[in-house]
């Protein structure tokens, strides 16, 4: 286990405001001679409402005896309920590391001790007794080098890692229980309260701006709320996480799994599935990793297919920004090292200044990317995809990958050659063009990635824009015929079945001389043809924000 991101190891930086009422209880979890094991250190680690010692193999979190708007630890029996939540909550995503729960005692004589660990914190009396204090929550202790936050530290988010968190994530919300909840209500006070705490500090946060945010975040939840309430009625609202950033997962056995999920307020967790994968997804974009963002957008909308809910992603990532921010706000009056102080107050500004910025994002627009196999279409959309239209970028949609849904099959199972001829390769362009169509309705830019051999299909990728109102900025890649066949024999574990002789073929039916789209050589190295598709698409009058990523101060 490690402390969440905001807190701070005691060793350097101590917390002031420990509860009278917990004061021993303190010293005792600090105390390495508590354990009955042998245990050399104890590491403790702060929040604004947490506690936590990390003693040999385990890690101890005791809930402070404190009260916000948002939670209330402020008894001892509420403590209990919300430690029996966390272990719950979190059992089902990492049951590996949530233990059980141990309870703290007092002897007759009126010192306090460790009681057994219960691993089943709903058994009978599992927690009672006039002797009892407090109740930890017991966790397996991991290396916060494998919490996630760090692994991008050490630029190590790879591709492969965020496809498998993007799986994971989707997975968890399709096997989350439904919850009954108003989308628009809850929002609607999240709203009240983050404007209300956030006029509160007038030193951090400038009172006009705090009034033109709340402004604006009602005018489009009046605007959403059609949406956001036919979602909740189709079952998208959830017993999710609530706080799902890159601090509150970790790598274990080499998978991504989600922990320290909420369990104090029923209303923070249980909320739209897409308002869950928007903190992970702001969180990304807020520390520079704005490509990282576009992976598992795209990643998960490929596992669940909710396109249509990204209308409202500008501002559920706003919310999440704002949210930040306040809590920010908080927690700067915990800290009392002055660069601490410091790196805290620019973060939560530029939480602020984000979530202002979410509000206002950029018009959509349509990219169509043709060639033949082995161009690199995929290669290039994927590396534009972060910079075109409101954050984190474009949807990728690609008709290899759109192939294997539509007959069924793993991404990288091979196709029988029929699966490419005639009425099969028709209804791969229908489907492509209506994932695209659902883009765009969202307000989301998309980047269409098919060979587009046939006149029709380029045809109907312009017409789709103009009936979706967008700008239109189609690109046709070229490469000489043996790099093709080059490239598409070195693929391994890649959506596209094809090899030398379909390229062959393909270049055999491309289209001969002029055709209305710009041309690029993809020959190259992969950063010098982006160069040049990012020069078609400005020339087109398109905005490619390739600063997107500098753009983001990474703080967070």
Same mark, same amino acid.
């Given at each position: 286990m490690a402390a969440n991101e905001d807190a701070v190891d005691a060793g350097a930086a101590s917390l002031t405001g420990v509860p009278e009422t917990q004061a021993e209880v303190v010293g005792l979890l600090a105390d390495p001679a508590s354990y009955g094991e042998p245990v050399a250190r104890v590491e403790r680690h702060?929040?604004? *409402?947490?506690?936590?010692?990390?003693?040999?193999?385990? $890690?101890?979190?005791?809930? %402070?005896?404190?009260?916000?708007?948002y939670l209330d630890f402020g008894t001892l029996a509420r403590r209990i309920a919300v430690c029996r939540a966390e272990i719950a909550r979190n059992r089902r995503t990492a049951p590996v590391l949530y233990l059980g729960l141990c309870p703290v005692r007092q002897r007759s004589g009126g010192a306090l001790y460790l009681g057994e660990l219960i691993a089943d914190p709903e058994a009978e009396? *599992?927690?009672?007794?006039?002797?009892?204090?407090?109740? $930890?929550?017991?966790?397996? %202790?991991?290396?916060?080098?494998?919490l996630l936050a760090n692994v991008h530290a050490r630029d190590e988010l790879t591709p492969a890692l965020l496809d498998a968190l993007a799986d994971h994530v989707a997975a968890f919300h399709d096997s989350a229980g439904s919850a009954?909840?108003?989308p628009v209500a809850g929002h609607r006070t999240e709203i009240a309260d983050n404007t209300a705490d956030l006029r509160q500090r007038p030193d951090i946060f400038d009172a006009d701006a705090v009034a033109d945010l709340d402004a604006r975040a009602n005018a489009e939840l009046d605007r959403l709320a059609p949406l956001l309430n036919d979602r909740a009625a189709a079952g998208c609202v959830r017993r999710c996480h609530g706080d799902l950033h890159l601090a509150n997962i970790v790598l274990w056995d080499g998978q991504p799994t989600l922990f320290d999920a909420i369990e104090f307020n029923d209303a923070l967790a249980e909320i739209d599935v897409l308002y869950d994968l928007a903190f992970l997804l702001m969180d990304l974009d807020r520390r520079g990793a704005r490509a990282a963002a576009n992976r598992v957008l795209n990643r998960y909308m490929g596992a669940r297919d909710d396109l249509d809910g990204l209308a409202a992603l500008p501002f559920h990532l706003s919310l999440r920004a704002a949210i930040r921010a306040k809590v920010g706000a908080t927690a700067l009056a915990t800290l009392t090292d002055p660069a601490a102080q410091a790196r805290q107050l620019a973060a939560t500004r530029g939480y602020f200044e984000a979530a202002r910025a979410y509000l206002r994002p950029a018009a959509p627009v349509l990219v169509a990317i043709g060639g033949v196999s082995g161009t690199g279409k995929t290669t290039v959309a994927r590396a534009l995809a972060p910079d075109l239209g409101a954050p984190p970028g474009a949807l990728v949609i690609r008709s290899d990958v759109e192939r294997k849904r539509l007959f069924g099959v793993a991404e990288t199972e091979r196709l029988p050659e029929s699966a490419y001829q005639g009425s099969a390769n028709a209804r791969v362009y229908d489907r492509i063009m209506d994932q695209a169509r659902r883009g765009l309705a969202a307000g989301r830019s998309v980047v269409l990635e098919a060979t587009f051999l046939r006149r029709e299909d380029r045809a109907r990728a312009r017409k789709l824009a103009q009936s979706a109102g967008v700008a239109f900025a189609p690109v046709w890649l070229t490469a000489p015929a043996e790099t093709l066949k080059q490239r598409v024999d070195a693929r391994t574990a890649d959506a596209s079945d094809a090899t030398s002789a379909v390229v062959a073929a393909q270049l055999e039916r491309a289209p001969g001389g002029q055709i209305p789209w710009p041309g690029v050589d993809a020959s190259g190295a992969v950063a010098a043809v982006v160069a040049r598709v990012r020069d078609v698409l400005r020339t087109a009058g398109v905005a490619v924000d390739d600063e997107g990523e500098a753009a983001c101060d990474g703080s967070g």
């Amino acid at each position: 286990m490690a402390a969440n991101e905001d807190a701070v190891d005691a060793g350097a930086a101590s917390l002031t405001g420990v509860p009278e009422t917990q004061a021993e209880v303190v010293g005792l979890l600090a105390d390495p001679a508590s354990y009955g094991e042998p245990v050399a250190r104890v590491e403790r680690h702060d929040t604004h *409402a947490a506690m936590v010692f990390l003693a040999g193999a385990r $890690a101890f979190k005791v809930k %402070r005896a404190v009260s916000y708007p948002y939670l209330d630890f402020g008894t001892l029996a509420r403590r209990i309920a919300v430690c029996r939540a966390e272990i719950a909550r979190n059992r089902r995503t990492a049951p590996v590391l949530y233990l059980g729960l141990c309870p703290v005692r007092q002897r007759s004589g009126g010192a306090l001790y460790l009681g057994e660990l219960i691993a089943d914190p709903e058994a009978e009396d *599992a927690l009672s007794g006039d002797d009892l204090v407090e109740v $930890a929550v017991v966790m397996r %202790r991991f290396d916060q080098d494998a919490l996630l936050a760090n692994v991008h530290a050490r630029d190590e988010l790879t591709p492969a890692l965020l496809d498998a968190l993007a799986d994971h994530v989707a997975a968890f919300h399709d096997s989350a229980g439904s919850a009954a909840r108003d989308p628009v209500a809850g929002h609607r006070t999240e709203i009240a309260d983050n404007t209300a705490d956030l006029r509160q500090r007038p030193d951090i946060f400038d009172a006009d701006a705090v009034a033109d945010l709340d402004a604006r975040a009602n005018a489009e939840l009046d605007r959403l709320a059609p949406l956001l309430n036919d979602r909740a009625a189709a079952g998208c609202v959830r017993r999710c996480h609530g706080d799902l950033h890159l601090a509150n997962i970790v790598l274990w056995d080499g998978q991504p799994t989600l922990f320290d999920a909420i369990e104090f307020n029923d209303a923070l967790a249980e909320i739209d599935v897409l308002y869950d994968l928007a903190f992970l997804l702001m969180d990304l974009d807020r520390r520079g990793a704005r490509a990282a963002a576009n992976r598992v957008l795209n990643r998960y909308m490929g596992a669940r297919d909710d396109l249509d809910g990204l209308a409202a992603l500008p501002f559920h990532l706003s919310l999440r920004a704002a949210i930040r921010a306040k809590v920010g706000a908080t927690a700067l009056a915990t800290l009392t090292d002055p660069a601490a102080q410091a790196r805290q107050l620019a973060a939560t500004r530029g939480y602020f200044e984000a979530a202002r910025a979410y509000l206002r994002p950029a018009a959509p627009v349509l990219v169509a990317i043709g060639g033949v196999s082995g161009t690199g279409k995929t290669t290039v959309a994927r590396a534009l995809a972060p910079d075109l239209g409101a954050p984190p970028g474009a949807l990728v949609i690609r008709s290899d990958v759109e192939r294997k849904r539509l007959f069924g099959v793993a991404e990288t199972e091979r196709l029988p050659e029929s699966a490419y001829q005639g009425s099969a390769n028709a209804r791969v362009y229908d489907r492509i063009m209506d994932q695209a169509r659902r883009g765009l309705a969202a307000g989301r830019s998309v980047v269409l990635e098919a060979t587009f051999l046939r006149r029709e299909d380029r045809a109907r990728a312009r017409k789709l824009a103009q009936s979706a109102g967008v700008a239109f900025a189609p690109v046709w890649l070229t490469a000489p015929a043996e790099t093709l066949k080059q490239r598409v024999d070195a693929r391994t574990a890649d959506a596209s079945d094809a090899t030398s002789a379909v390229v062959a073929a393909q270049l055999e039916r491309a289209p001969g001389g002029q055709i209305p789209w710009p041309g690029v050589d993809a020959s190259g190295a992969v950063a010098a043809v982006v160069a040049r598709v990012r020069d078609v698409l400005r020339t087109a009058g398109v905005a490619v924000d390739d600063e997107g990523e500098a753009a983001c101060d990474g703080s967070g």
